[in-house]
């Protein structure tokens, strides 16, 4: 069964995990794309899922997409 995270799990989750700051204030599903700030201060949006379990955890200047074949 899935965990379903908090706000404020997702905050401290991104707090202990990469050097990006979380923005968003609510939380409503794994679909919702959340507001980031990466180091370089440019601001982002993904979803928690890509965050956590494909380590995107940058902006896409800081951390390119992988390239598709």
Known sequence: MNKQWTIGQIKEFVEKNSESKLLTTEYYGFSQKLL???????????????FKNNN?????????????R
Request: proline share 7%; with cysteine.
């Open 56 to 68: 995107q955890r940058k902006c896409d200047v800081c951390q390119p997409p992988k390239a598709t």
């Open 36 to 50: 980031f700030k990466c180091t370089c201060g440019s601001n982002f949006e993904k979803t928690f899922k890509k």
